[in-house]
């Protein structure tokens, strides 16, 4: 897939499938602008594998729950590469716990972090991507928002409401030459799913019909395709990346 000619910006691009996904856009001749949270030397190091790829790339810690730095992370991108092509929304945390000992200061910080994180971003790049006439938004949800888990009460609430801003604002800016569309990742090999347990490893594998965990390249393969112009006549969709799991 060409990229060539066009801006991506990723919000949570420093590690994992975040890191993938910038490399995959690299690789296709998109200047990148990552962003990430805390781990400055992560996104660097990202940075510099994109422009080894022949990429021009740009680290810029943001919090995306915060209307003030994403809009001035959307400037940074506009004024350094001279536009918004694709927004991949993919920054996300978890507080995981029983809903019944869930604090709410937990529930509160995983909504603000991965959906109102979401919304702010979607909203600041659209501004740019309307007057373009053209755009593309793909934004991370999960198997867990699409059939739920327990313990991950307000992971799956934020990764759900991610499907609906993404089939909303589909219809919104539809008419502007704009898609909208979710991959929703299932057990993908990244430090998250390495901290779970032995017995939660197998009980996860057993319960994907492919029967092993997926890669983040898997999951930037499919995020890829939906920011191209191969995808020009999709929209509002959400594909899974989970081997079967949510069939």
């Given at each position: 897939m060409n990229f060539s000619g066009k801006t991506a910006?990723?919000?949570?691009?420093?590690?994992?499938i975040g890191r993938a996904i910038c490399?995959?856009?690299?690789?296709?001749?998109a200047h990148v602008v990552l962003c990430y949270a805390g781990n400055?030397?992560?996104?660097?190091?990202?940075a510099a594998e994109c422009e080894k790829l022949g990429a021009k790339a740009l680290a810029v810690r943001c919090n995306v729950a915060d209307s003030a730095q994403v809009q001035a992370l959307m400037d940074t991108a506009v004024k350094t590469f001279g536009g918004i092509h694709i927004l991949i929304n993919n920054a996300g945390i978890t507080r995981d716990q029983l809903m019944m000992m869930m604090k709410e200061e937990a529930f509160d910080e995983v909504i603000s972090a991965n959906l109102k994180g979401a919304f702010l971003c979607m909203k600041a790049a659209a501004r740019t991507m309307m007057k373009q006439r053209y755009g593309r938004i793909v934004s991370l949800s999960s198997v867990v928002g699409l059939r739920g888990n327990a313990g991950?009460?307000?992971?799956?609430?934020?990764?759900?409401?991610?499907i609906g801003l993404t089939k909303s604002i589909a219809k919104e800016l539809a008419s502007r030459g704009v898609t909208a569309n979710a991959v929703?990742?299932?057990f993908i090999d990244t430090d998250m799913t390495a901290a779970m347990s032995e017995a939660a490893k197998a009980a996860t594998?057993?319960?994907?019909?492919?029967g092993k965990l997926g890669k983040p390249e898997d999951v930037a393969a499919a995020v890829a395709f939906l920011a191209s112009e191969e995808a020009g006549y999709i929209t509002g969709q959400v594909l899974a990346v989970d081997g079967g799991m949510a069939m």
């Open positions: 910006v990723v919000t949570g691009g420093s590690r994992g490399l995959k856009l690299a690789a296709g001749g400055e030397d992560a996104a660097r190091e990202t991950q009460t307000n992971y799956a609430a934020s990764k759900a409401g991610i929703a990742p299932g594998l057993a319960s994907i019909p492919l």
